[in-house]
């Protein structure tokens, strides 16, 4: 384990090397071959919020139609649950009255 950390240190001085240092920083005004003025930069993060709220929106609407598909579900169990008592009483009220028509 000692000796795997000097190995990645060289390893990762030796890609340094290789690619001419370490990683040019990025320049948010600069876009291709041409520079961003301000306004230009600022228009942009405005679209890529809007775009981030628009599809922060979108997956909140499938959550809802989810929960609402899953609330349709229960209210469907609920109410065959509630025939099954209901049968379960009615059954329950015949068989009485077959045991004393037999007799």
Do not use: C, H
Not at 64 to 86: A, D, G, S, T, V
């Amino acid at each position: 384990m000692v000796r795997a950390v000097p190995a990645f240190f060289i390893a990762a001085i030796a890609v340094m090397l290789a690619t001419g240092g370490m990683a040019q920083p990025v320049d948010p005004y600069q876009s291709g071959d041409r520079p961003l003025s301000w306004e230009m930069y600022r228009q942009r993060q405005i679209e890529q919020q809007v775009e981030m709220q628009r599809q922060q929106l979108e997956i909140r609407r499938q959550q809802l139609k989810i929960q609402e598909e899953q609330l349709e579900i229960q209210r469907q169990l609920l109410e065959l649950e509630q025939q099954r008592e209901q049968i379960e009483r009615d059954r329950q009220m015949i068989e009485p009255n077959k045991k004393g028509t037999r007799q």
